[in-house]
Structure formats: C-alpha cells, structure tokens
C-alpha cells in the first residue's frame, strides 16, 4: 500500500491483470482486487489486502468475477477527426452503389444549400472493387458540394460541384506524390489520391474553435466507452491547440500524446523550448510524416510493381530528400520521428534512414509497417525503429490484398509474429477513423486473424498470429513506450496512474476461443469512473 489506510477507491472479486506479463512473475498467485488512492494505484493483490487498506470513506465496487486491466493506449488515431467524423456522413459497410448514393443523397436532404457535404469511411472492394465518381454523386446532390475520404485516408471522390469550387478541371496536373483520376477527354472522374486530395480539401472551410472542441468531445466520449485511456494524435496544429485549450478547460477526459506534421518542426520547438514537452494529461514532441500511400488506393510503395497494376510500384509521397533532411532535424533536437511506411521499399528506405542518424533514445517509430521485405522484420531493433502497427487492418485488406500485390509477398503482410520474434518494439493502435476505435477488434485480429470475424472464416497469414499475453501488452504497456509514458502508464502497478478498465469477461478466454466477446462495463482514468456501461457514474 502506498500509503496505508488512505485508499479512495478499491474494486474487489475480480480478476487484476497488472499488465506486467506472466513470464515476469510466474509463482505471483493470480490477484482479485484493486486500490486506487489520489488518482494512482495504490495496490494490486487479494481482496482482504486491499480491505486492510481501506477507510470509512472508501468506496468499494464488487466485480462479481469481472476482469480489470490498465486502459487500453491507441497508439494512433485521428482522433479530432475522429470526433468530426461522429458528427459528419459515414459510409462505413456500406456494400453497394445503390446504399452509397442513398446515403448521401440523404445527406443532402439535411444539408443547408451552401454547406459541404463531408464525411467517408467508404471501401468500394465491398461492391465489387469499381470506384465511385462525381457522377455517382451529381446524381443526388448536383448543387451542395460533396468530398468523401475512403477509409485509409489516401483517396477520396468529389462531386462536380466540389470540383468547381476548389477548381480542379481537365487541366489541373498532378501534384507530386498526388494523382488525379480521369476519364473521357482528360476529365476528372472526382477521385483523386494522396497529394491531389489537398487540392479539393482546401476549400472546405475549416472547422472553428467551437467545432474541433465538439468534436473532441464526442472522441472522448468514444474512447472512453470502449476503454480506451490514452491515444496517440497523427493531427494538424489546429488539433494540437485544441487538446491545449481543452486543458485549460479541464475538459481532456484522456490523455493524449498530440504529434503534428513535419513541417510544423520549427513552432514545435518553438514551444518546447518555452515550456518543454508537457505531461500528465497532455504532453508532445512527435513529427509526423509519410513516405508513401497505402495499399488500398495503390499508392503504397514497392520494389516490385502491383500484381494487378504491373505498370506501378506505388507513390512516394514525399520528396524523400527533403524528408531524411527533416528526420535527421528531429534526432538532433531528441525529439521523435513518427513516420507513415506501408509497402516494402517504403519501410526499407525509412529502416536506412533511421540506422543511419542512429538515435534509439528518440525511440523512432514507423507507422503502419504493413508489408515488409525479406529480412525486414530484424532491422527494426537494430534501428531502435517502434513498430506502430494497427491490426484491426488485417480485416480490410485480408479479403483482397494478395490480388493486389501477389502470394509471394503476403508472408510478410502484417507480419506481427516476425517482428516480435526479431526483438523489435510493437505498439497496437487503431488508425482511427480508417478503422474502428475498438481494441478488441485489433486483438481478435492479431491472435485469429480470421478476416472473416467468426469461428469459420479464413485465418489470414497464421504464421503471423501472436499469443492473446502479447497483443495486450501491445495495447498497453508498448503503446505507451511508444509515446514516452511507460513510467507512468499502460501497467496497474502502485504508484502509476490509475487508468483502467474493467470487462465483463476474461479475455484471454474469448481470444483463446473459450468465450464471448467481453463488454467494457467500466473506464477509469487518474482513478476516476470516467465511463459506466450502467450510466451510473
């Protein structure tokens, strides 16, 4: 007990996993109960340990049997966003054309006459893999403006109207690292990828003040709901101000690690050289960048070309000379690069980069990681790279990735197993909104791997399957490695802070097949019931 007699907060007859893995503490007898004090764990063991330490004004929960671990850390999202996205139009699951125009269709009907229709989360391989286009959407909104991002967040499909707005015509080139879709006479079919995506975003207004706090709102209320504690932010600057000025508020109901984008370099140390790097609820010092595209718009870069697109071995999206120059700014001012590597050659040029400036103790991330070359996985310890990976993936590509890259190369597709088995560093997140914020969906898919979602569908790559222990730790304890918090986050041990969330049921039973699916019942962060399935806190 840290300090006796003091406890605020004790959860008893459950089951505690303290997130420190079993191979650390194997004659430890398992633990029931929980004490929590000032906001830190104050002890982890038996119920009648945990009684002794507790006061007349102690409030104590009885967990009939439920599981209580540390909350789960996303070790990336788009998190405001995210928020923006809960309030905008989601086509996610959407299967057909039909579904897709009538929904925004919909959307337009709701739409003030000015207004931009905005949204996305649509994945044409779930109608067959045919495109949409600005004639999909003229079709049910000709006037209002419509731009919808694909779920990766590396293509989108614009409107007629959006087009003119932001004027993009058959004359318009390609931005490097972008490319604009076109049919007949050299016209745009509305889609457009990677770096041609900002041509049409720009002119939609920016959300203001009101809207981005809004919009962190409902995150929060999100992640809280399906456990999650702490989130590591790829954001804008304007998003980085927000998480600050939600601070002050005393409205961040997690914590947040908020990176910006490489060429906001010079006003983060701006800001770090007047106030450091933070902490407690809000703290930073990550550069965000990207190296290449993604697999499902095949703009991810490879050394091979695309099986279904021999022509192309995908798009650098970033003049690379420029970007090694950026990263090695980064190790020099000991802060850290977070950089976005999905195909093979892509990771192999960030893994040469990050061995040559050398610098582990800025702990170097690669994001994504999706699709290694052979000998690949071993590099990354040498480099002292994090492998930021998002497993909730493998069910979006799982079902259509070898048509587009060939058999040969899918060994080595989210390839989790390997990179454990080398040494390196994995941290689980999300990618929301590309995926669901759920961790359970990121754990089912790292230990099945069944594309499919249940018992009879296909294991993907099972080679590349880890141990239920493993993707836990990755959703905690290495997450929060992977954001500079492990001293005080991401393991139920006394003196940390008492983030944590309690399932209905023992996971590792449902990831071992012996179970359904657990409920997050409830989420604490700094010791505080910040989410109650029972709506009772």
Same mark, same amino acid.
């Given at each position: 007990?840290?300090? #006796? $007699?003091?406890?605020?907060?004790?959860?008893? *007859? /459950? @089951?505690?996993? +303290?997130?420190?893995?079993?191979? !650390?503490?194997?004659?430890?007898?398992?633990?029931?109960?929980?004490?929590?004090?000032?906001?830190?764990?104050?002890?982890?063991?038996?119920?009648?340990?945990?009684?002794?330490?507790?006061?007349?004004?102690?409030?104590?929960?009885?967990?009939?049997?439920?599981?209580?671990?540390?909350?789960?850390?996303?070790?990336?999202?788009?998190?405001?966003?995210?928020?923006?996205?809960?309030?905008?139009?989601?086509?996610?699951?959407?299967?057909?054309?039909?579904?897709?125009?009538?929904?925004?269709?919909?959307?337009?009907?709701?739409?003030?006459?000015?207004?931009?229709?905005? #949204? $996305?989360?649509?994945?044409?391989?779930?109608? *067959? /893999? @045919?495109?949409? +286009?600005?004639?999909?959407?003229? !079709?049910?909104?000709?006037?209002?403006?419509?731009?919808?991002?694909?779920?990766?967040?590396?293509?989108?499909?614009?409107?007629?109207?959006?087009?003119?707005?932001?004027?993009?015509?058959?004359?318009?080139?390609?931005?490097?690292?972008?490319?604009?879709?076109?049919?007949?006479?050299?016209?745009?079919?509305?889609?457009?990828?990677?770096?041609?995506m900002p041509l049409i975003a720009c002119a939609i207004p920016e959300p203001d003040e009101g809207a981005l706090d809004a919009a962190l709102d409902r995150a929060v209320a999100h992640a809280l709901s399906v456990g999650v504690t702490q989130v590591h932010d790829m954001g804008q600057w304007a998003h980085f101000e927000t998480y600050r000025r939600m601070l002050r508020g005393g409205r961040l109901g997690v914590r947040v690690y908020s990176a910006v984008q490489m060429p906001d370099l010079d006003r983060l140390l701006d800001v770090v050289g007047a106030e450091g790097h933070g902490g407690g609820r809000l703290w930073w010092g990550g550069l965000k960048a990207f190296v290449d595209g993604s697999l499902g718009s095949a703009t991810a870069w490879f050394h091979e070309p695309y099986a279904d697109a021999p022509d192309s071995c995908g798009l650098v999206v970033t003049d690379l000379d420029?970007?090694?120059?950026?990263?090695?700014?980064?190790?020099?001012?000991?802060?850290?690069?977070?950089?976005?590597?999905?195909?093979?050659?892509?990771?192999?040029?960030?893994?040469?980069?990050?061995?040559?400036?050398?610098?582990?103790?800025?702990?170097?991330?690669?994001?994504?990681?999706?699709?290694?070359?052979?000998?690949?996985?071993?590099?990354?310890?040498?480099?002292?790279?994090?492998?930021?990976?998002?497993?909730?993936?493998?069910?979006?590509?799982?079902?259509?990735?070898?048509?587009?890259?060939?058999?040969?190369?899918?060994?080595?597709?989210?390839?989790?197993?390997?990179?454990?088995?080398?040494?390196?560093?994995?941290?689980?997140?999300?990618d929301w909104t590309v995926a669901p914020l759920d961790p359970r969906i990121g754990l089912e898919m790292a230990v099945r791997r069944r594309v499919g979602g249940d018992a009879r569908s296909e294991v993907w790559v099972p080679d590349q399957r880890i141990e239920a222990e493993q993707a836990l730790v990755a959703y905690t304890a290495a997450a929060a490695y992977a954001g500079g918090s492990e001293r005080s986050t991401g393991r139920l041990v006394p003196g940390w802070c008492a983030d944590a969330v309690v399932l209905s049921s023992n996971p590792f039973d449902w990831l071992s097949g012996r179970g359904e699916r657990p409920e997050v019942e409830l989420t604490l962060v700094d010791g505080e019931i910040a989410y109650d399935r029972r709506q009772e806190v």
């Open positions: 007990m840290t300090s #006796g $007699g003091s406890v605020t907060l004790a959860l008893t *007859g /459950g @089951r505690v996993w +303290s997130g420190v893995p079993s191979t !650390a503490k194997p004659d430890q007898p398992a633990a029931t109960a929980l004490a929590i004090e000032g906001g830190r764990v104050a002890w982890v063991g038996s119920d009648d340990e945990v009684r002794n330490g507790s006061r007349a004004g102690t409030r104590t929960i009885d967990l009939h049997g439920r599981w209580v671990g540390p909350g789960f850390i996303d070790a990336h999202t788009h998190f405001i966003d995210g928020g923006l996205q809960l309030g905008a139009l989601d086509l996610r699951g959407v299967d057909s054309r039909e579904e897709f125009t009538r929904r925004v269709g919909a959307a337009a009907d709701q739409t003030a006459p000015d207004a931009w229709i905005t #949204g $996305g989360n649509w994945d044409e391989q779930r109608w *067959g /893999g @045919r495109l949409p +286009s600005r004639h999909w959407l003229d !079709a049910v909104s000709p006037k209002r403006p419509v731009y919808l991002v694909r779920s990766d967040l590396h293509m989108a499909v614009a409107n007629s109207a959006a087009l003119q707005r932001a004027g993009v015509t058959a004359t318009t080139p390609d931005p490097p690292g972008g490319h604009i879709d076109r049919g007949p006479e050299g016209l745009p079919t509305g889609v457009v990828r990677d770096r041609a420029d970007l090694r120059h950026r990263i090695g700014r980064v190790f020099a001012a000991s802060l850290q690069p977070i950089v976005h590597a999905i195909g093979d050659r892509a990771n192999d040029w960030l893994l040469d980069v990050y061995t040559e400036f050398s610098r582990p103790d800025c702990r170097p991330r690669i994001e994504h990681a999706q699709h290694l070359s052979v000998g690949a996985a071993g590099r990354f310890f040498g480099a002292g790279a994090i492998a930021s990976v998002q497993p909730a993936h493998v069910a979006d590509d799982g079902p259509w990735a070898e048509q587009r890259i060939g058999a040969e190369r899918i060994p080595r597709t989210y390839a989790f197993r390997s990179l454990l088995d080398a040494g390196a560093r994995v941290a689980f997140g999300s």
